[in-house]
């Protein structure tokens, strides 16, 4: 991602990157998808489960955690099976 890289590189420049921040970064940004997703579809929100932001994030978070998307997520269902 080029501004992800923009970024790691501004910050590289002012302070020695700690080892793993690859790592530490991907998990960051899954915690933050899940947390987004959550606040979506609970109170008050309440969105379905089809509404275009919803599916947009369980995609993304696919990819984060290098999913092929085969298989059925319930984002209403943490834990459900696939």
Request: proline residues 10%; without cysteine.
């Amino acid at each position: 991602m080029p501004l992800l890289d923009d970024l790691l590189a501004g910050y590289g420049e002012v302070a020695a990157l700690p080892a793993g921040h690859e790592e530490l970064i991907g998990r960051s940004a899954i915690l933050l998808g899940l947390r987004q997703l959550a606040r979506w579809l609970g109170p008050p929100r309440r969105l379905d489960r089809g509404h275009p932001m919803v599916t947009g994030r369980v995609a993304r978070l696919r990819r984060l955690l290098g999913s092929s998307g085969t298989g059925r997520i319930d984002p209403a269902r943490p834990g459900s099976p696939r």
